[in-house]
């Protein structure tokens, strides 16, 4: 069997796992304040092209949520997000058992826009019964999104531009951000995201780590206390140069930054594959993510030889399925699944 | 100005107030474990025609929804609810502040159907990652629903088999229940109400009383600990009497049962002129809330002489307006009110 | 039996009462928006000397800690309060059931002092492990203090100092503060009150209101949003009107201040009746509660013919049992309880 | 500098570095549905000697915690432990932040004891007003303890009848249970605590794992839903099998059980030092951790060669010291180091 369906399927990349084993007789302090942690927020200060962002490592990207969330809203605010977004969908309550409502804005392709948000802004000013509802108080975002869209420097400018005005801290869900960077009609950098975010994450498990997220905090209001957030939410590995080693590799030669271009060159050839074929995609994503709509019985001869996965909503009665690449995917597995997929 | 906005802009029926008054002077142990409270509780459990129920007395309506979720659901459990419903929107997500999400479901006409609740609870069975969502844990109604409307004793028949049937408790918000109760096209009783659901609340703070709520736990397993609840949530008032005394007024001789009828009437008659004036309804309601689309125009020239509830939504541009009455609503203000209608 | 348990066994002061009934049919808008608690709100703004302060009507203790509290805290705070605090002892665990940890200081007679909040401060900053642990982000007295005793202008001006530099906030319950402001010691004043603490709130339920306590913000910083805490916490009373009209009569010609006055002097005429029987105290209250260590017998004697508050700890084996005047005790039953104290 | 201040400044035990590296380009499933975690399951049945109960994986010791309580008890309940216990003092709130008190208990050891749990228990029920306190839901204890201290068998039997006896589920944090298998003076096996509790963790990061703890669930009522709490707490690891194969290689052989033995030995050297030298303890522990009354001076002198940890209390000025060993301490870096006590 072949995995299509996720892109956490293997370890770590071998750069990662290689320094994993050089270090691993080293003696360090705990929490997060060994050297390597202290570098790879160095190194991660540079890519951001500023100085002066806070950087904090976590294990994964649900706790990351939960501890950024947890750390900027009050008790009456809610986030702003996606219908679709990974908060609002596939985190069993987490940022409600914070506390917080998710103030859900539709979305048809997984993005939400500066007038979506100035619009709820604005309502809930002017409702003449602001206090009897949930005041946003932040917005959530994902790059790329929860179905592999992307947010274009324009977009996000616009959206930073109308958090700012509307005094609502931006923060980027990363967890999937070097597909995103890598693919070949994205046009932000990282710098850019450091720039408009207020807060945002690099993600690690997805993108060549075994696991690890790097939370970035450029707003200086919001750094205050951050440490006290995630040892309260259960974040703070003992052993956490774990996560600076593995940071450190990605970041050291600018491995974040190409690891995943293979990937998305794989999913564009398996997007080809499905449009020549003429099976409907769900979305048009140009990241390592490819939703199509299959027949049942389309899907029922892929997964005898693949793991794909499956989404829990349908259209039109056909499933929607993910075609999923990773850093890992070896080539030849790809060139069969194209193979299979115009046999259908 | 004349007051058709909402339904609580007057003190107690004066049946309440004299016992009030009565009773002022007398001295009592507090925290509703007094004889007036005691007495209440009976006479509400003959209404119920079921001598094993429990009765506790709350304050207000959200601090009782809070109090009910918090006390039914296990931390990753969610509360199925119209997406109109009064915790989904207007309660600051007192519900989230508990650590539980509303898993809204969508509601032309302020109901939720039987249909929807197990389709939502098979989906979740089904879906093969059902523990990365939040898993349905109870259901919330409201009778008569936020925009006015009413449960069949068929479909809350219906709802009630399925509910049980899915393991999900069955909560009905009665906030307004003796509006409801009193709609000509009413066929649930209160025992019929007490039979079906698991847990309700027979409102007083709009239906007569000064203040206060009733909740009714029907379902053994539900009953335990119902005042560690109350007390945690800072609903156990210390003079708990005093809304013992207002139920036992409103109970003991079936004044809960008819002082809403006129309301009702009232309310039918200002449908009855919207209809004429060719006004559309946002909403067909028999209960004593209407909710009409007027034109801004329309509303305006009302303004001047009444307060009328404006809906933060409007449709096709058009403000959606309540008109509400309540048991003191005088009979020379409809009629005003209706040759205002009449003659915009 | 006669009442001397505790001190909300009456309903509302007599005076209280007549308003309650002569604007019961008055019709207004609801949520504490109407002209009753507009004039109560300047009223206590007089009384407390500073026309700046926000003031906002809660129904009941319990909530009204949580409401405050909430709306202070950041998630990772904790708060400074007595080991014999209302907070810490009986409230079912509502602080932290908002999230927040109570940080109990010791206390042998229900007060701490400003050493005690400065070392808590200073050790918590100076642990080296400071995110491992709480954060102090304010502080809870009462006044008078669960045991009834109380602050001293000196030693409340040296705790505010103390909170201030080190950016803690200090909220004062005034549950019983007429009865406080009313002892023959105190050398406290509402105005020094309302500049020595950044939140507090002036009690009714038990002084004199039937239910209502209002609270009265000084700090500007925690202005803001208190209406959204005062929703999410079930707090907001639908018809709101009920309390300002309560703390408008309260406050209209300084009831407030004197109506507690004969209840203190009550109950120090059971204190010497105590100390002439040699009934060791449990703790030297000046205030409407006195505390002694009977025997056995003695308290099931005096239980025959009255209800007493009967503490859950004892001393030597020796309950600790309370007597509680107030502002309706009839003189007597003070004279028949002195009577029969004497006779044990 | 050498490192006796914790026990997990190293990364993983070779045979689990190993196994790491052998399967780190191997594919499977996440979230810990891979055969390596089914296998480690099933060898924790084995070592526990019951193939009935559930076991799950963690990445974290406070994660865990949080997770297992916020699993069991209900929101008015709170949790038994020791005033020096792990949740109580080191995890910044945690376990508040879910909503539960920790309900402390005297030690003077670290130990609780089967009568100070059946005394809480029933001054609870006694009170007459159990339902405004926190009802006592569960309890925690660690083993070792906090301090490094041990329960007898006979001590965790009478433990775990009083518990089952009040119904409240018995959990024991097991962060070092490795170390305290192999103290000599331990009488209690793993089949004994997984017959004696009713829901425990094995600890992982501390004993020979780069980082995992599996919690052991043997009470039936308490396993429904597990998953959904990890989820929800940010602790589904998305590459699960990482755990999974670690707990593999710590039980496929024993290695658990003799891992730690030289450390233990160890420790005990450095305890023998420090009486030789007349050095007070602070606690008397037969485990990895030994805690001793420095004068400032002999600190001042051992840290310029040693990182140590010191508690952030005193006894009579003098600090706490811990001197803590590992499974991976070197035997001459313990030999310098009692050289150098007895030189002080």
Chains 1, 2, 3, 4 share one sequence.
């Not at 859900?104 to 392709?109: C, G, K």
């Not at 995943?260 to 060159?265: F, S």
Request: aromatic fraction near 8%; charge should be negative; proline fraction near 4%.
């Amino acid at each position: 069997m072949m995995y299509f369906q996720c892109d956490y399927v293997d370890g770590a990349h071998p750069a990662l796992l290689k320094r994993l084993v050089e270090t691993n007789s080293h003696r360090t302090s705990g929490y997060g304040l060994d050297p390597y942690c202290e570098n790879a927020r160095a190194l991660i200060r540079r890519a951001c092209g500023n100085p002066d962002v806070d950087v904090h490592f976590l294990v994964g990207g649900t706790q990351t949520n939960m501890t950024v969330i947890a750390s900027i809203l009050r008790p009456h605010q809610g986030v702003l997000a996606a219908e679709t977004g990974h908060i609002t969908c596939h985190e069993t309550g987490a940022i409600e058992a914070l506390g917080h409502k998710i103030l859900a804005l539709p979305s048809a392709d997984g993005t939400i826009t500066s007038a979506q948000v100035e619009a709820y802004y604005r309502d809930h000013l002017d409702s003449g019964v602001s206090e009897h509802t949930v005041q946003p108080g932040m917005v959530y975002i994902s790059f790329p999104t929860e179905p592999g869209t992307l947010y274009t420097k324009a977009q996000l400018k616009e959206l930073s531009d109308t958090c700012r005005r509307c005094g609502l801290p931006l923060y980027l869900d990363g967890a999937r951000l070097a597909y995103g960077l890598a693919a070949p009609d994205n046009d932000l950098t990282l710098p850019d995201i450091a720039e408009l975010c207020d807060i945002f994450y690099i993600g690690g498990t997805k993108c060549g780590a075994a696991f690890g997220e790097a939370v970035v905090i450029t707003k200086d209001s919001l750094k205050k206390d951050f440490r006290y957030a995630i040892k309260q939410h259960g974040g703070m590995l003992a052993k956490g140069r774990l996560l600076g080693i593995q940071f450190e590799a990605l970041f050291a030669d600018g491995l974040y930054f190409h690891l995943c271009r293979n990937a998305v060159e794989q999913a564009l050839r398996i997007r080809q594959a499905l449009e020549e074929k003429g099976i409907p995609p769900y979305i048009s994503s140009h990241t390592n993510q490819q939703f199509a709509l299959l027949t049942k019985d389309q899907l029922a001869h892929l997964e005898k030889k693949y793991y794909l996965g499956i989404w829990d909503r349908t259209v039109e009665g056909r499933p929607i399925v993910r075609f999923c690449t990773c850093w890992a995917t070896p080539d030849e597995e790809v060139d069969e699944l194209t193979r299979d997929i115009k046999a259908l």
